[in-house]
T-cell receptor, first 116, second 113 residues
Framework: GAVVSQHPSRVICKSGTSVKIECRSL??????MFWYRQFPKQSLMLMAT?????????EQGVEKDKFLINHASLTLSTLTVTSAHPEDSSFYIC????????????FGPGTRLTVT | GENVEQHPSTLSVQEGDSAVIKCTYS??????FPWYKQELGKRPQLIID?????GEKKDQRIAVTLNKTAKHFSLHITETQPEDSAVYFC????????????FGSGTRLLVRP
């Protein structure tokens, strides 16, 4: 159990375009999911907490209009990077906590975004 | 908000030796402390965690200790093997309604055969 998937695994887009990344909990329902960004050889930086049926909670310094989060169902959260720029190139990872684990978080495989 | 510091940033040990990674946190209300292992290009994998009502937890070659008074916790890996080579992250969390994790900066562990 406790499988989290992401799609796509890699994406290349042109500067100025938007990219959507999906995060799915495959064998459990997740009212809360988390989105992280990880630059090469750096730590995971929490971007936002995605809440099913309500607005996401963004961390300080994260532009909510640039990183749109939608958590429309108990198994799917999406992150849309709008008007992407080369500096948005990064590894984006989501996580979710199965209800039976006592809040252990399990991570998706990540999405490598490259903006050209 | 919570701030987690992790040391060392890199650690090189001989196969069979022990490795210790240390983290400190700032928010005394934090009560959940997981450790993750991340191999290059892969997702972080939970390897062990500890809650604030416990001082030590062990799982085979891996152990974690927690000192709530000093606000620090450590990961101990004994009898290291080359496959232990990876980046290790500590994290801290309030087990409130948010459950969000704040990560340390990571430790790159190299186990030399």
């Amino acid at each position: 159990g406790a499988v989290v998937s992401q799609h796509p695994s890699r994406v290349i887009c042109k500067s100025g375009t938007s990219v959507k990344i999906e995060c799915r909990s495959l064998d459990f329902q997740a009212t809360t999911m988390f989105w992280y960004r990880q630059f090469p050889k750096q730590s995971l930086m929490l971007m936002a907490t995605s809440n099913e049926g309500s607005k996401a909670t963004y961390e300080q310094g994260v532009e909510k209009d640039k990183f749109l989060i939608n958590h429309a169902s108990l198994t799917l959260s999406t992150l849309t990077v709008t008007s992407a720029h080369p500096e948005d190139s990064s590894f984006y990872i989501c996580s979710a906590s199965p209800p039976w684990t006592g809040h252990e978080q399990y991570f998706g495989p990540g999405t490598r975004l490259t903006v050209t | 908000g919570e701030n987690v510091e992790q040391h060392p940033s890199t650690l090189s040990v001989q196969e069979g030796d022990s490795a210790v990674i240390k983290c400190t946190y700032s928010d005394s209300a934090s009560n959940y402390f997981p450790w993750y292992k991340q191999e290059l290009g892969k997702r972080p994998q939970l390897i062990i965690d500890i809650r604030s009502n416990v001082g030590e937890k062990k799982d085979q070659r891996i152990a974690v200790t927690l000192n709530k008074t000093a606000k620090h916790f450590s990961l101990h890996i004994t009898e290291t093997q080359p496959e232990d080579s990876a980046v290790y992250f500590c994290a801290a969390s309030l087990m409130d309604s948010s459950y969000k994790l704040i990560f340390g900066s990571g430790t790159r562990l190299l186990v030399r055969p």
